[in-house]
């Protein structure tokens, strides 16, 4: 499920009684990471720990605590054969009942995460603009959408932030550092300035563009003769999604392109943090 602070916040206006099941602590291989945590009401929950029988128990107890059945406001379960799951880790499960204070607590964290996400700035909203906008939605970026065409960005979805402006390729230079820029425009010359601008930086996590072979030795040929050396044009990746599934339908080149940018926004964090 998306925790995305609209979807949270409809939750936590819906749910009056709810525990906030956190993992305290993640040992050897398990489902979620340290601090991964799940709302639990007496009839819904939100979020997840990592599924399983081991979900399956936390969701019990915390609904046993509201139910005034169970004082077990933690738990230590070792994922193994006893409950039915193989990943041969251990995790230490928290369980806090969901007052006025511990809401705003879990909002504001979540809120303090999101600010923190990398950022994706799409420059175009075609058909594979959207899809891909789409196909970023459940994930955990900031995504942008950049248009010169206000009817192309007005059937973009909602999830994106919308950027209506002149001169797209102006835009490049101030975006965050870490960020990841895919540009699908509809005008190969107007491809070529972004992607200009995009590789003038050394800082971006990732810059694609959508096209064919051909597209990429028109712009390499164009970029040599606008000043920009191999090393530059060489982390251009064109075209978008790989090569791996021969399907150009535009929610294919989105769900692709989707996993193509999560790989580099890790790569730079890695690298970035060593």
């Keep these: 499920m998306n925790f995305a602070v609209d979807s949270l916040d409809a939750f936590l206006e819906r749910e009056y009684r709810l525990v906030i099941v956190e993992i305290r602590q993640a040992l050897g291989s398990t489902p979620r990471e340290t601090g991964a945590f799940m709302l639990v009401s007496p ?22 605590l509201l139910a005034g059945v169970s004082d077990r406001f933690e738990m230590d379960i070792p994922l193994g054969p006893d409950i039915g799951q193989c990943c041969g880790g251990r995790v230490v499960i928290s369980f806090r009942i969901g ?14 995460r999101q600010d923190a996400w990398p950022e994706v700035w799409l420059f175009g909203a075609g058909h594979v ?10 994930l955990p970026l900031k995504t942008y959408a950049v248009e010169t065409r206000r009817s192309e960005l007005d059937l973009m979805s909602a999830g994106a932030s919308h ?20 540009i699908l425009t ?21 810059v694609g563009m959508i096209g064919s072979k051909t597209k ?59």
């Excluded at 997840?48 to 969701?59: K, N, S």
């Excluded at 705003?104 to 979540?110: F, G, M």
């Excluded at 603009?129 to 459940?138: K, N, V």
């Design 99 to 112: 007052g006025a204070a511990e809401r705003a607590e879990l909002t504001d964290k979540l809120r303090q």
């Design 216 to 274: 990429r030795a028109t712009f390499a040929r164009w970029a040599k003769d606008e000043g920009l050396g191999e090393e530059a044009i060489g982390r251009l990746v064109l075209p978008i999604g790989g090569r791996a599934v021969n399907d150009k339908r535009p929610a294919v080149i989105a769900a692709m392109t989707a996993a193509e940018i999560l790989t580099a926004l890790a790569a730079y964090s890695r690298k970035s943090e060593s």
């Design 129 to 138: 603009g959207r899809a891909l906008a789409d196909a970023l939605l459940l």
């Design 186 to 206: 509809h005008d190969h010359a107007l491809d070529f300035l972004i992607a200009r601008e995009a590789l003038a930086r050394t800082d971006l996590a990732y």
């Design 163 to 182: 950027r209506l402006v002149a001169m797209p390729e102006a835009t490049v230079k101030d975006i965050a550092p870490g960020s990841a820029i895919v």
């Design 43 to 64: 009839s819904d929950t939100h979020g997840t720990i990592g599924g399983g029988q081991m979900e399956h128990l936390a969701i019990d107890n915390a609904r046993a």
